[in-house]
């Protein structure tokens, strides 16, 4: 059986492991306090374009999600969140238990719009600030979305003018961020997304690290003792150096990169396969997943040789997930491409 239900099902990077190798006779300060977290921050931040951003290695994304969250809002504020956000769908209420509620607002091929925000806003800011509403202070969006798709420049400008407008945060969840910016299409960089996000991460565990993600943050604000809201969160890893060695690793040749840019062209050979055998799409994305749509007999048939995620129920068939990652091999790829050619109808 070939796994293509998710990008976090092998370990990592050679990269990574020959690393990992290198550094274990070595000893090094807890907490994050090293030399191998001080040169990746130091690489980030150049990448960023971004000197005096803030930038925290987390063990694990939903941690950062609502790390982030928790230290941002106040016990009566809450977050502004697509209904299939992350947040909302698949980290068992982590936000409500924080005790922030979240405004969901329905999404379009997994995004929200600048006007669905501003209305969201507005609601609350223009209404005499009801007493007994929270207060929306922050909204989150991720990149690539839930399913796969990205926003543009313009987007995430537009999102970030009325966040700024009305006062709230704009925090990206990056759990796939690589496979967004490699994106065909995709026009924005690691420079601008610092540059209009308050907080933002680039994500390891789905992109090529054993586990962790790396937080950036731009708001001096949030920058103040948000390492003490990480303790708090369970989220300081003691053996910290072994985040930052990782995503010096990825990043150093630009590897993080490149992976995932191959993981999409061969999500995109999976999705053409598809549509040559005539089989709908559910979303069109650019990104390493992919979502069709098939009837009993296909799902059976494929279900066969490979293993992926069935989503939901629809109309006129099953909704199934197919998601490339930094480690699939092309000879996969292959495989896959010819039991489609050969499904039912």
């Not at 209904?83 to 936000?95: K, L, P, V």
């Not at 543009?152 to 009305?166: G, H, P």
């Not at 796939?176 to 910016?181: Q, V």
């Amino acid at each position: 059986m070939i796994r293509f239900n998710n990008d976090y099902n092998r370990g990592a990077m050679e990269c990574v492991m020959n690393a990992l190798t290198q550094s274990n006779p070595v000893s090094y300060a807890g907490y994050g306090e090293d030399t191998l977290c001080r040169g990746a921050v130091d690489k980030i931040r150049a990448l960023c374009a971004a000197p005096e951003a803030a930038v925290h290695f987390l063990p694990g994304a939903t941690q950062t999600n609502f790390t982030v969250i928790s230290a941002a809002l106040s016990s009566v504020q809450s977050v502004i969140s697509a209904d299939t956000g992350h947040i909302n769908c698949h980290e068992a209420a982590s936000i409500e238990n924080t005790g922030h509620k979240i405004l969901e607002l329905p999404n379009t091929d997994g995004k929200i719009s600048a006007e669905q925000v501003r209305a969201c806003a507005e609601a609350y800011y223009l209404g005499g600030e009801p007493e007994y509403l929270t207060e929306p202070k922050m909204v989150y969006i991720s990149f690539p979305t839930e399913q796969g798709t990205i926003y543009s420049l313009a987007e995430i400008s537009e999102i970030s003018s009325i966040c700024r407008q009305y006062g709230m945060y704009l925090f990206v969840d990056g759990a796939r961020l690589p496979y967004g910016l490699c994106a065909d299409g995709s026009d924005i960089t690691l420079p601008e997304l610092a540059r209009y996000a308050d907080a933002f991460y680039l994500g390891g565990t789905k992109c090529g690290a054993l586990f962790g993600e790396a937080l950036v943050i731009t708001s001096n604000y949030l920058k103040r003792r948000f390492k003490a809201h990480m303790k708090q969160n369970g989220a300081v890893l003691a053996k910290g150096w072994l985040l930052g060695l990782q995503f010096s690793a990825m990043l150093e040749n630009g590897e993080y990169f490149s992976a995932a840019k191959r993981a999409n062209e061969f999500a995109v050979r999976i999705r053409e396969a598809f549509e040559n055998r005539g089989v709908e799409l559910w979303v069109k994305s650019p990104t390493n997943q992919q979502f069709v749509i098939v009837n009993r007999a296909q799902k059976e048939f494929l279900a066969q040789d490979f293993i992926f995620e069935e989503v939901c129920e629809v109309q006129n068939g099953t909704v199934i997930r197919f998601c490339t990652s930094w480690a699939t091999g092309e000879s996969k790829i292959d495989t896959l491409t010819a039991k489609i050619a050969e499904m039912p109808v």
